[in-house]
């Protein structure tokens, strides 16, 4: 059974920096893209980071391209999610998500539960 | 970027009815479309991907059709456990979309 299950997640200021982890199992790790998918309160989903089995490729969106890096580790089956200079706008619940083939560019299979950051003084 | 519009914003159905949601992209995304459902305090869940094929699990009730820019999520006799708020993505292209949702609330 797949689980993926997120941590790091916490109150930072404006400007701050925060990284996620997202431990998964249950499914070969390295034989599939992930992504790092984010809802604002209230609102609807928004993909921000996709990276391919190998780790080689990366996506992001606009929203986030030199402030967030998305990594992995295939040997610890985990995915990371590294944010600086943070903006109140960030603020939201970060899931990691399982692609559903081995293509980067996929629908999501597996959600995790989800870890909110929240960006304030 | 591709823009993916829902339709409409929320629904109103009485259970055992036929609800029908629409999405739009604004240009092609081929076969690259996929549906999710999610219900307050959860994670999304995959309800179907390629347009019309049904993730593990998932009831036939549920159905996809579409192609190109117009897609359409059926679901022929609404359950008290199907009133939630529907997404579909677009995969085709980067960066990755989703439309704004549709809320289906019990009429």
């Known amino acids: 059974e797949v689980h993926l299950v997120e941590s790091g997640g916490g109150l930072v200021q404006p400007g701050g920096s925060l990284r996620l982890s997202c431990a998964a199992s249950g499914f070969t790790f390295s034989g599939y893209a992930m992504s790092w998918v984010r809802q604002a309160p209230g609102k609807g989903l928004e993909w921000v980071s996709a990276?391919?089995?190998?780790?080689?490729?990366?996506f992001y969106a606009d929203s986030v391209r030199g402030r967030f890096t998305i990594s992995r580790d295939n040997s610890k089956n985990t995915l990371y999610l590294q944010m600086n200079s943070l903006r109140a706008e960030d603020t939201a619940v970060y899931y990691c998500?399982?692609?559903?083939?081995?293509?980067?560019?996929?629908?999501?299979?597996?959600w995790g539960q989800g870890t909110l950051v929240t960006v304030s003084s | 970027e591709i823009v993916m519009t829902q339709s409409p914003a929320t629904l109103s159905v009485s259970p055992g009815e036929r609800a029908t949601l629409s999405c739009r992209a604004s240009q092609s995304v081929s076969s690259n479309l996929a549906w999710y459902q999610q219900k307050p305090g959860q994670a999304p869940r995959l309800l179907m991907y390629g347009v019309s094929t049904r993730a593990t699990g998932i009831p036939a009730r549920f159905s996809g059709s579409g192609s190109g820019t117009e897609f359409t999520l059926t679901i022929s006799s609404l359950q008290s456990e199907d009133f939630a708020v529907y997404y579909c993505?677009?995969?085709?292209?980067?960066?990755?979309?989703f439309g704004g949702g549709t809320k289906v609330e019990i009429k």
């Open positions: 998500a399982k692609g559903g083939r081995g293509y980067s560019s996929s629908w999501v299979d597996y």
């Open positions: 990276i391919s089995g190998s780790g080689a490729t990366t």
């Open positions: 993505q677009q995969y085709n292209n980067w960066p990755l979309t």
